[in-house]
């Protein structure tokens, strides 16, 4: 088991590694992407790109800019911003992650709690229309662009249902800290975690209900049924165990994307400053050190919790945890 | 541009094989008879034949019905209602009547939908935006499944080095996240001119995100077509066909690539939903399909200003989006149910 879990973070070092070098390549070596040209902009003089050039290190061998990236990345972690200089890019980054995780966080919380009553109230009821209905409603859901959901949500509840009962306690778009007014941060926060967890309910419940009517097939659960248990009583505590597994490793990934990111588009939409938020500004300003940043900032998280996902499968399976090792 | 209708029409085409006077059900038939037998896969199908049909007559509404350049703007223009000349953009009249209103839904042949805030016909724009749309998900897809197809089979049949240099690749392509990845490609592409070999692709290109959002799917289908080639590499019947002496390569296109196929083509409706939202993403934030040419991310992004004076230019693309994504959903389902994989890999 020690090994198996060495063996993984070995692996995840490695992988962590390549995307750095990845995200490096994409923004400083890409043919035509100069990011002296970017910072200088548009109609620099010759005399003027050599100067910025040299200034931020750009005339050195591509290998020791990435040397000297990383160092100032991890290391000394004192990146500045190429637009605002002299803003460093790891603090904004550090501010920008609690609106995030409370974005994700809530949002989780929606999805796990409505994917499994959907997936297990359509494996209840399959073939018959409860579950028909729930499928198309989950299929709907995992066909909308989240981002054009939140307009809508937005054009409701801002405005058209505005002064009525039903969205009047919505405040204006933005994001409050939770130490700063609790209330608000939820109120806030509402309309967004919907909207971000409809697509995966959607997943989730179509996913449950596969996992568990394929369990439905086991032998144990006609041992169960033999044994005369109550139908409630084999879904809970015997089908739904085993489709747990599915669920959880699912659930482990898909958090750490949207942390890492995924979010981005419901930050933009709903104007919460988070990281993703962060991420499309300094696109919108080519701020390269930024978007690299925030970049590598996020395929680490993901990469951290697909590790993370799989030393608890493997603590959870034993079959995984044999072939493991 | 009609081509986008291809793939989408694909499934219900399978090839039929040699028509025998006593038709043999061999996979393929018996395949399509399934997908023909599912009721809900073949209403999506209709569906997405209605879409890419409208789409594709969109030169014909332009010119007999609106009557408009869907990529000029139109700020000064009037069209002529009920016998009286009403501006497309209107002066507003609530607040402190500065701004301008852009003209609501007339139904009729001129801006049904209305204008957007540059005057255009937004009907016209979204049968536009529906074709670029259909073009680049279907283009993606084409170089999704080509590419992972070729990584998954040499990885998976090659083994050794070449499979833990391309696995390992693909592991850091899977571990990046999706639109991250996108976004980073987009970004630094989209104003650079590239030439690979005798094609050059310009800024503002629609070749930039259809390369970009094909490849950064790669490796959730390569990852398991690479599994599968493992597996049928053990099978009796490639083991036979080593045993006799058959080279490598004639096993590969013989023997692997045809048990394959279903694998692919169960992706293809899959894999154009996530790249029509992908596009639909990369273009709100506008770094996907670039002015003037329209797409239905672009046209919500465009009524994002206008969400809250004319909701219906950012709806009506979303309604699209929403009804072909639905469509190749469920489609999807169908075209899988009926190949059933699952079901081929267990007997293997």
Redesign the interface.
């Known amino acids: 088991m020690l090994l198996a879990v060495v063996r993984r973070l070995v692996q995840m070092a490695f992988v962590m590694l390549g995307i750095s070098i990845l995200v490096f390549l994409i923004f400083f070596a890409t043919p035509g992407a100069d990011p002296a040209a970017r910072i200088a902009g548009r109609n620099a003089s010759p005399e003027v790109l050599a100067a910025v050039r040299h200034d931020f290190g750009f005339d050195r061998p591509v290998p020791i800019q990435y040397v000297l990236m990383m160092k100032r990345l991890f290391v000394t972690r004192d990146l500045t911003s190429f637009v605002n200089r002299g803003e460093r890019v790891i603090p904004a980054i550090v501010e920008s992650m609690p609106a995030t995780l409370s974005l994700v966080f809530g949002a989780a919380v929606v999805w796990v709690v409505f994917g499994l009553l959907i997936g297990v109230l359509a494996a209840a009821t399959r073939g018959r229309w409860p579950d028909r209905l729930l499928m198309i409603l989950g299929l709907i859901g995992v066909s909308m662009p989240v981002f054009w959901l939140g307009e809508v949500a937005n054009l409701i509840t801002q405005d058209r249902y505005h002064d009525t009962p039903f969205f009047s306690w919505v405040p204006a778009l933005g994001y409050t800290p939770l130490t700063q007014d609790p209330f608000l941060w939820f109120k806030g926060l509402v309309i967004p975690w919907i909207t971000l967890a409809i697509l995966y309910i959607g997943i989730y419940g179509r996913v449950l209900r596969a996992s568990l009517i394929e369990a439905y097939q086991e032998d144990y659960i006609r041992t169960a049924r033999a044994k005369g248990l109550s139908e409630t009583r084999i879904m809970l505590r015997h089908a739904l165990r085993t489709s747990l597994i599915t669920f959880v490793s699912l659930f482990g990934l898909d958090f750490g994307a949207l942390v890492g990111g995924g979010a981005l588009l419901t930050e933009v939409v709903f104007d919460i400053h988070g990281v993703g938020k962060l991420t499309v500004e300094a696109l919108q300003n080519l701020d390269l050190p930024f978007i690299m940043a925030t970049v590598m900032y996020a395929s680490f998280f993901v990469v951290a919790a697909n590790a993370v996902v799989d030393i608890v499968y493997a603590a959870l399976d034993p079959r995984v945890r044999a072939a493991a090792t | 541009m009609s081509d986008a209708v291809l793939p989408a029409a694909a499934p219900s085409a399978v090839p039929a094989g040699g028509v025998a006077p006593r038709p043999a059900a061999g996979p393929w038939q018996t395949a399509a008879r399934k997908l023909r037998q599912d009721r809900p896969a073949m209403v999506a199908l209709l569906v997405l034949v209605l879409i890419v049909v409208a789409c594709a007559l969109a030169p014909a509404y332009a010119r007999y019905a609106s009557r408009e350049d869907p990529f000029a703007s139109n700020v000064d223009g009037s069209i002529t209602l009920d016998g009286q000349s009403v501006p497309v953009l209107q002066a507003e009249t609530a607040g402190l009547g500065l701004g301008l209103t852009p003209i609501g839904p007339t139904w009729h042949g001129q801006y049904f939908l209305g204008a957007d805030s540059q005057g255009r016909d937004v009907m016209e724009r979204l049968l536009y935006g529906g074709r670029t749309s259909l073009l680049i998900a279907t283009v993606a897809t084409v170089i999704c499944l080509v590419l992972a197809g070729v990584v998954g089979l040499v990885a998976g049949f090659a083994g050794g080095v070449v499979d833990a240099v391309l696995s390992?690749?693909l592991?850091?392509l899977w571990?990046?996240?999706?639109?991250?990845l996108a976004?980073?490609?987009s970004?630094?592409?989209i104003n650079?001119?590239?030439q690979i070999g005798p094609i050059s692709i310009t800024s503002g290109s629609l070749a930039l995100p259809m390369l970009i959002i094909g490849l950064v799917y790669v490796p959730y289908v390569a990852r398991p077509v690479r599994g599968q080639v493992l597996a049928l590499n053990r099978t009796d019947f490639v083991l036979a066909a080593r045993a006799l002496g058959v080279p490598p390569w004639r096993i590969l296109v013989r023997d692997i690539f045809p048990n394959v196929t279903t694998t692919l083509i169960v992706f293809v409706p899959l894999m154009m939903?996530l790249n029509m939202?992908t596009e639909?993403?990369l273009s709100?934030?506008s770094?996907g399909v670039q002015p003037p040419n329209a797409s239905w991310?672009t046209i919500?992004e465009d009524?994002?200003s206008l969400?809250?004076t004319r909701?219906l230019v950012?709806?009506a693309?979303?309604l699209c989006?929403?009804a072909t994504?639905?469509a190749l959903?469920?489609l999807g389902?169908g075209v899988r149910d009926a190949l059933d994989p699952r079901a081929k890999l267990r007997v293997s």
């Open positions: 390992r690749l592991d850091v571990a990046f996240p999706i639109y991250l976004i980073s490609l970004i630094v592409l650079t001119t590239i939903a939202l639909s993403a709100f934030l770094i991310g919500i009524g994002q969400i809250y909701p950012a709806i693309p979303g989006i929403v994504v639905l959903n469920v389902d």
